[in-house]
């Protein structure tokens, strides 16, 4: 009986530690590793856009990868073109949907350093 008490205040504490909030990110340097994948200030540039512009409505788009931009089909490296993500951009005059962001435009610049991006993988 002792035997079962202790291990589930072991499984309480383990909970407990799990649950503890997250100040930093001192386990996995994941904040630090988005921005490098790639090691280019290109992607950090590209990610501050989606960020600021994207990701109130698509939450999962902050924590890609530049190889997840790619393998999820969003983004043909070095062809911004034939890009999905690029294509559903406003102004991108590239063919595409053009209906993203559905209430905003993003300026020439934004849409440059995306494509700046995608044609630099
Ligand atoms: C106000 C909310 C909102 C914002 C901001 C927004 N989107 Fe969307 N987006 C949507 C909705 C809703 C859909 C689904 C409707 C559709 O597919 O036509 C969608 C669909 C998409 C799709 C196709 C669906 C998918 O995930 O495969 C892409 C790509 C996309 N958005 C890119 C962007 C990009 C890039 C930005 C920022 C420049 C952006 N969106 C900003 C609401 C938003």
Known sequence: MKFLYFFSALNL?????????????SF??????YGVVDGSEKFLNFRTIIVDECSAC??????YTAEQWVSLGYV?????TNSKLYRRIRGSSVGGE???PPISILSP???????EWINSL
């Open 76 to 80: 043909v490296a070095s062809d911004s």
């Open 13 to 25: 504490s383990l909970i407990l530690i799990r649950c503890a909030p997250q100040t930093e990110n």
């Open 28 to 33: 996995s340097d994941d904040a630090k590793i």
């Open 109 to 115: 610049a934004q849409r440059e350093t995306i494509v």
């Open 98 to 100: 053009e209906d993203m």
């Open 58 to 63: 698509h939450g999962d788009f902050a924590s």
